[in-house]
């Protein structure tokens, strides 16, 4: 079992930044691989970034995101980071942290089994 409490969304001018976190409970949360995903208002929650577990670590991200975002892991502090660089107000949504394993699709949220709540990152222009 695994909870996932997500940090550090706030108001931001465009062009700034945000750093993420999300802290997770549980002893092998080392085995899982972790993902952000966002969803604004009236659309699907979509695919942000994604690190691997431990000992193999990968990472990848969508495509709107290249170059501004990188996401980090520190398994001694049981921590998955998204560093946000020159935010865009199409930025603005709900970010989620989730964990699985196993999986194959790690861009689609049915993959994930564990959710956190979300922090909210608003972007004006």
């Known amino acids: 079992q695994v909870q996932l409490v997500e940090s550090g969304g706030g108001l931001v001018q465009a062009g700034g930044s945000l750093r993420l976190s999300c802290a997770a409970s549980g002893r092998t949360f080392g085995s899982y691989t972790t993902g952000w995903f966002r969803q604004a208002p009236g659309k699907e929650r979509e695919f942000v970034a994604v690190i691997t577990q431990s000992g193999g670590t990968s990472t990848d991200y969508a495509d709107s995101v290249k170059g501004r975002f990188t996401i980090s892991r520190d398994n001694a502090k049981n921590a998955v980071y998204l560093q946000m660089n020159s935010l865009k107000p199409e930025d603005t949504a709900l970010y989620y942290c989730?964990?699985?394993?196993?999986?194959?699709?790690?861009?689609?949220?049915?993959?994930?089994?564990?959710w956190g709540q979300g922090t909210q990152v608003t972007v004006s222009s």
């Open positions: 989730a964990a699985g394993r196993g999986g194959k699709d790690w861009g689609a949220p049915g993959t994930y089994a564990y």
